[in-house]
Antibody
């Protein structure tokens, strides 16, 4: 079955960097776009962007350019989200989500809590 | 950017009652060349990831009970839960994933026990 397993919680100081991983299994990794979604404490879902798992080309939503970097390692079927220059407002849960060919998000990782102090 | 507005913010109902959730888009979420609507609904319970319920405005995702149904077209969409069960009390989000990004979510509707 399809699974997206994310790395564990992170506690970082402001100004540091963090990398969140999302390991896929149960399907052909390069056949589906991977998206990233942020959820601040007590808030709704915010689409951050997506990465083409075939080409590695990322697309960032407004507000997620500059400090946010999407990348892949297709040899281990894993997508990564790196956040540089962490700010306290980056404290949130970050989800990876697979998009179907039509674009809906049919499978989600369990989420990674990033806390910035 | 297409803005999705969900209403109401909170819905207080009892088990067995019918829930009707609304999602209004600032512009159409259909394809120019077809009648396919790029609108999905997700359920999120505390501490869990969102779960896909409905895609294409009205198609149930695999494993989703028949009491969940989606409808609508153009800019107005509805998620209906015919008879609420205890496990249905959660937050529900609509999501548009049209042909071009950015893709957006509504702010959510919380269905709580009355």
């Amino acid at each position: 079955q399809v699974q997206l397993v994310q790395s564990g919680s992170e506690l970082k100081m402001a100004g540091a960097s963090v990398r969140v991983s999302c390991k896929a299994s149960g399907y052909i990794f390069t056949s589906y776009r991977m998206n990233w979604v942020r959820q601040a404490p007590g808030q709704g879902l915010e689409w951050m962007g997506w990465i083409n798992t075939n080409t590695g080309d990322p697309t960032y939503a407004e507000g997620f350019t500059g400090r946010f970097v999407f990348s892949l390692d297709t040899s281990v079927d894993t997508a990564y989200l790196q956040i540089n220059g962490l700010q306290t407002e980056d404290s949130a849960k970050y989800y990876c989500a697979r998009a179907t060919r039509e674009g809906d998000f049919d499978n989600w990782g369990q989420g990674t809590q990033v806390t910035v102090s | 950017e297409i803005v999705l507005t969900q209403s109401p913010g909170t819905l207080s109902l009892s088990p067995g009652e019918r829930a009707t959730l609304s999602c209004r888009a600032s512009q159409t979420v259909s394809s120019r060349y077809s009648v396919w609507f790029y609108l999905a609904w997700y359920q999120q319970k505390p501490g869990q990831a969102p779960r896909l319920l409905i895609y294409g405005a009205s198609s149930r995702a695999p494993g989703i009970p028949a009491r969940f149904s989606g409808s609508g077209s153009g800019t107005d969409f509805t998620l209906t839960i015919s008879r609420l069960e205890s496990e249905d009390f959660a937050v529900y989000y609509c999501h548009q994933y049209g042909p071009s990004p950015p893709w957006t979510f509504g702010q959510g509707t919380k269905v709580e026990v009355k």
